[in-house]
């Protein structure tokens, strides 16, 4: 039995909004919106940045399942999000100057079964959101989580905040495109 690292795709569809609600196609503030890809997935949507001053702060959860041969206890684990921000309108560029203040940060919990969010350190601190050329120019960044107290089949419940103000007027907004979860999982070989 060895073990190797094993990507596990966190489908947007199942995001939520912090109260637990599904997300829509409209902007809400303080929450992402679910929107279609011309490819036929799916991205999740900041609110945009109303002009100079206007501080976004969005917030949205995705749930994973860590996979039942996870090395239970192993400090490998690490997530990953495409992310950039992007012009309101799809179409103008987000250069780097007019970016303020832009931070992307995780946080992981653990429910239990009374109701309550055990939380699991994040071990990587805020990193910047990347600005976008083009929108097909997006980033991945990595955040490393503490897993030694993670278990097979446990459901986390990854929180990822997206906060930034524009010096400008494109009406900026973070734009997550996929997310991964990266785990030390045992392969079985057959005798």
Do not use: W
Not at 66 to 79: E, H, I, K, R, T
Request: with cysteine; hydrophobic share 45%; glycine share 8%.
């Amino acid at each position: 039995m060895s073990t190797s690292n094993a990507s596990i795709g966190m489908p947007l569809f199942n995001a939520r909004a912090t109260d637990g609600s599904q997300l829509t196609s409209q902007p809400k503030p303080g929450s992402f919106q679910l929107l279609p890809t011309p490819a036929g997935g799916f991205a999740l949507i900041s609110e945009p940045a109303a002009g100079t001053g206007f501080i976004v702060t969005d917030t949205v959860i995705l749930p994973v399942v860590v996979p039942s041969n996870y090395v239970a206890g192993a400090n490998a684990l690490s997530l990953n999000l495409n992310v950039a921000a992007v012009s309101q309108n799809k179409s103008a560029n987000v250069p780097r100057s007019i970016l303020l203040n832009s931070t992307v940060s995780v946080s992981v919990g653990r429910p239990n079964a009374d109701g309550s969010v055990t939380a699991i350190p994040v071990t990587t601190p805020a990193q910047n959101m990347p600005a976008a050329g083009p929108v097909a120019d997006y980033s991945e960044l990595t955040f490393d989580i503490n897993g030694s107290s993670i278990n097979p089949g446990d459901l986390l419940l990854v929180s990822v905040q997206a906060q930034f103000s524009e010096a400008g007027t494109v009406q900026t907004q973070a734009m997550i495109c996929a997310a991964q979860l990266v785990a030390a999982v045992q392969n079985y070989q057959a005798a």
